[in-house]
C-alpha cells in the first residue's frame, strides 16, 4: 500500500521538510525532463536557417557607417548622463581631500 508522501509522518520532528524536500525533488525531476524537449522544440524551428538569411539584405557601407555613428553617439550621451549623475550624487558625499 503506497500513502502519499506526506501524511502520516506527524509524529516525527522534521517531518514537513522532509516533505518539503521530496516535492521540491520531484519538481526538479520533472524540470529536468522537460528541459531536453524544449530544446528539440527549438532546433525544429531553426531546421532552415539558410532560407532567412538568403531573404535578410546587408546594409550599405554608408548605412553601415551611419548606423554605427549613431549607436556611438547614442552610448556617449548615456555616459556622458551616466558621468553627470556620478558628478552630481559625489558633490553631495564628497568632502574634499
Partial sequence: MLRP???GRTTRQGSFGECFMRILA?????G????????????KAAANP???KAGAKLPSPEQSAAMAKS????AEALERA????VRQISKGIC???
Fill in 50 to 52: 539558410e532560407a532567412s
Fill in 32 to 43: 529536468l525532463l522537460c528541459l531536453p524537449q524544449a530544446g528539440h522544440a527549438q532546433d
Fill in 5 to 7: 508522501p506526506c501524511q
Fill in 82 to 85: 551616466r558621468d553627470r549623475r
Fill in 71 to 74: 549607436a556611438r553617439d547614442k
Fill in 26 to 30: 520531484l519538481a526538479a525531476m520533472l
Fill in 95 to 97: 568632502s574634499g581631500c
